[in-house]
């Protein structure tokens, strides 16, 4: 069974880009977390997604924005990049309340 | 408010011993759950160890368990018999509200745990 997957591990990008990140969520889960770890921070939650919705939302500006797709897999999409973007970006699965499993993060690097 | 704290940055434990880090919350929710994750250099978040608010014992997961204290809101996770591979970063999480895509997980800042052989 497979875990929760992101892609990519790794990712440079120049200041202004747009970039997508995407996940596919352990088998069963129905509900996607994205979250931003900036170097030596705990993870920052972004948003969360369930049944193709935003359900909940933390503090980022709408340059973040996200979709989930019905087979739940969901992507990250960041507009107008900024320096201090970079950071590890964390997608987490979950059903129901239950505990959530994270991906490996996609590494971001802005420059 | 700080939702999650963690007061210990780092700590240091000898292999085979037993270490506690710490980790108190806040929320106003009667329904919530903690949650420890460890983090390796590699960057992966690896579940650990999970206390619902209604919980009435606490969790145990092999080496792991989860000291729960509501009345003081602290939530300490126990590591016994000490390896070389747990040193790592750890997180305590709280999760707020319970259901599909009604859950909002916030981290602590984290502890750094070195075990020395």
């Known amino acids: 069974d497979a875990g929760v997957t992101q892609s990519p591990t790794h990712l440079i990008k120049t200041r202004g880009q747009q970039v997508t990140l995407r996940c596919s969520p352990k088998?069963?889960?129905?509900?996607v977390s994205w979250y931003q770890q900036a170097l030596g921070q705990g993870p920052q939650f972004i948003f969360q997604?369930?049944?193709?919705?935003?359900?909940q939302r933390g503090n980022f500006p709408d340059r973040f924005s996200g979709h989930q797709f019905p087979n739940y897999s969901s992507e990250l999409n960041v507009n107008a990049l900024l320096l201090g973007d970079s950071a590890l970006y964390l997608c987490a699965s979950s059903f129901s309340g239950e505990e959530a499993f994270f991906g490996q993060g996609t590494r971001l690097t802005v420059v | 408010a700080q939702k999650i704290t963690q007061t210990q940055p780092g700590m240091f434990v000898q292999e085979k011993e037993a270490v506690t880090l710490d980790c108190t919350y806040d929320?106003?929710?009667?329904?919530?759950?903690l949650f420890w994750y460890k983090q390796p250099s590699s960057g992966e978040m690896i579940f650990l160890i999970y206390q619902g608010s209604y919980d009435q014992q606490n969790a145990t997961e092999g080496r792991y368990s989860l000291n729960f204290q509501k009345a003081r809101k602290s939530a300490n996770l126990v590591i016994s018999a000490s390896q070389l591979g747990d040193s790592a970063m750890y997180f305590c999480a709280m999760r707020e509200g319970w259901g599909g895509g009604y859950q909002k997980v916030t981290f602590g800042t984290g502890t750094k745990l070195q075990v020395i052989p």
């Open positions: 929320t106003s929710d009667p329904s919530y759950g």
């Open positions: 997604y369930y049944e193709e919705e935003e359900r």
């Open positions: 088998s069963g889960h129905d509900t």
